[in-house]
Nanobody, 121 residues
Framework: QVQLVESGGGLVQPGGSLRLSCVAS????????MGWYRQAPGNQRDLVAA???????NYVDSVKGRFTISRDNSKNTVWMQMNSLQPEDTAVYYC???????????????WGRGTQVTVSS
């Protein structure tokens, strides 16, 4: 069994910062890409940022220059530093990881339960 647990969400004023964390645990042989998605009320869940096992990153245009994704493969952990937060960043943020549970197994996508980020004055 694999679990992804997010933390670090909360209420912040416009222009503020938050740092999200996500730790993967359980039956894990390796983790390929890890990423953060977000879903605002009435909207679909969209990719915000992703990082490969080798550290290559990808961001949606609206967060480039403000958000930074990073990971520690030895700790099965991914972070996202979010700066200059704006009200339009308000959403539930979900962690995603492509995990191989055993050397002979294929990869599957796993999701955390989400953490709420609210940007409001």
């Amino acid at each position: 069994q694999v679990q992804l647990v997010e933390s670090g969400g909360g209420l912040v004023q416009p222009g503020g910062s938050l740092r999200l964390s996500c730790v993967a645990s359980g039956r894990i042989f390796s983790i390929n890409a890890m990423g953060w998605y977000r879903q605002a009320p009435g909207n679909q869940r969209d990719l915000v940022a992703a990082i490969t096992e080798d550290g290559a990153t990808n961001y949606v245009d609206s967060v480039k220059g403000r958000f930074t994704i990073s990971r520690d493969n030895s700790k099965n952990t991914v972070w996202m530093q979010m700066n200059s937060l704006q009200p339009e960043d308000t959403a539930v943020y979900y962690c995603n990881a492509e995990i191989r549970p055993r050397p002979w197994a294929g990869t599957s996508a796993y999701w955390g339960r989400g953490t709420q980020v609210t940007v409001s004055s």
